[in-house]
Each structure stands twice: as structure tokens, then as C-alpha cells.
């Protein structure tokens, strides 16, 4: 299929021919579901760390007797039904939450997203983006003439000085290819991709 490809003036330059299995994929919403929770759940760090009814600072002494005193019965204050007893289920800091997601579903699903923002008109492709030097303020007059305020960058490689000129601007991410994750590529209004960023996704989900 064949995509159309901008300028950094916004004017259409002409037609970039992609992947069909990559840009143009049925949507399956239960795939994607499944990757964004797992790349959720990737990245949660877990350093929470609560006390059972064993490790709780409680006296073991029964609080009152078993029967006669009309009261439920209870064995120690250290119960997880009292206010300052400990948790039936503690949070752990070793607890591990990764999801496993295999290279096929990871490739498929995101072909899926990248079909789909073609389809909703979300995903850009620009011939190149340069910015010579590490200035925010030379990005952003290029972001203003493209008419982008929320968008991720996706590059095909390591560009230092495109980088460092948006880390500083809200909404928006430069990242490259092979770091693109699900996540960010549904949560950005755009994403902007350019010429060696699609050779590269294109070289990635073969």
C-alpha cells in the first residue's frame, strides 16, 4: 500500500509504498488489550511491603474469654479483622507482576496499532526531521508548521540533538523504532514517524 509523505512545511512530497502485513491489519482490540496490560504490568515497580497477622506488633494474649460475654469470638488482637491487625493477602516487595507476551503476538499487535492510526488518521510520515542544534525552541517552530502539539517521534535511529530539544516539551516523545511500545503509541493524539522510522518497524515485524 502506499502512504503519503510530508514535508517539514506540512506539504505532501509524494508516496511511500509499505508493508501491507504491517500498516494495513485487521484491528483485534482483545490483542491489544493484552499487550498494553502486559507492558503495564512490565514495567510496575514493586517496593510496597505490609505485615501479616505474624509480623504485626500485637499481644498474643486472647483479649477476653471465649464464651459468656456475649461477644464474638477472637483469638488475638493481631487478627486482620481488627483496625491494626495484619493483612490477609500483603503486598510483597519481591511480588512479580511481568506478563510473558511472545514475539509473534508482540509483532502482530503492533501491527494492529500502526494499521489502526493509519486508519484513524493519527499516524504521520515525514521524509526527515532534523534539528541541527539541541534547542527546544527550533522544534517547536517545526512542530507548529506541521500543526502537532501532542505526538510522539518515532525514528529510525539515534538523533542526540532531536532528543535533547524535546525532553523539556510537554506531549511530546522521540523515541526510535525499536523502543516504540503499544502503550504510547495509542496514548499520543499523533505520531509522527519518518522515512528510515517505517524502513526500521518494517525491518523489526518481518
Do not use: C
Not at 525499536?178 to 525491518?203: C, H, S
Request: hydrophobic share 35%; proline share 3%; glycine share 6%.
Amino acid at each position: 500500500m502506499e502512504l503519503n509523505l510530508i514535508s517539514e512545511n506540512n506539504q505532501k512530497t509524494g508516496n511511500i509504498t509499505v508493508s501491507d502485513s504491517l500498516f494495513d491489519r485487521f484491528y483485534n482490540e482483545a490483542l491489544v488489550h493484552q499487550l498494553v496490560t502486559a507492558y503495564l504490568a512490565n514495567a510496575r515497580f514493586t517496593n510496597r511491603a505490609q505485615k501479616d497477622r505474624s509480623e504485626v506488633s500485637k499481644s498474643t494474649r486472647k483479649p477476653w474469654k471465649q464464651k459468656g460475654t456475649g461477644r464474638a469470638r477472637v483469638g488475638a488482637a493481631s487478627s486482620p479483622l481488627w483496625r491494626g491487625g495484619g493483612q490477609i493477602f500483603p503486598n510483597r516487595p519481591d511480588e512479580n507482576y511481568t506478563h510473558k507476551v511472545n514475539r509473534k503476538m508482540y509483532r502482530a499487535g503492533i501491527s494492529t496499532i500502526l494499521s489502526q492510526l493509519i486508519r484513524d488518521d493519527r499516524l504521520l510520515i515525514i521524509d526527515t526531521l532534523l534539528v541541527n542544534d539541541p534547542k527546544t525552541s527550533a522544534l517547536l517552530t517545526r512542530l507548529k508548521k506541521l500543526g502537532l502539539e501532542n505526538v510522539m517521534i518515532v525514528t529510525g535511529g539515534t538523533d542526540r540533538n532531536l532528543y535533547l530539544s524535546a525532553r523539556n516539551i510537554p506531549n511530546v516523545k522521540v523515541v526510535e523504532a525499536n523502543f516504540a511500545d503499544p502503550y504510547n503509541l495509542l496514548r499520543y493524539e499523533k505520531t509522527l514517524v519518518t522515512v528510515d522510522g517505517i524502513k526500521k518497524f518494517e525491518e523489526l515485524m518481518a
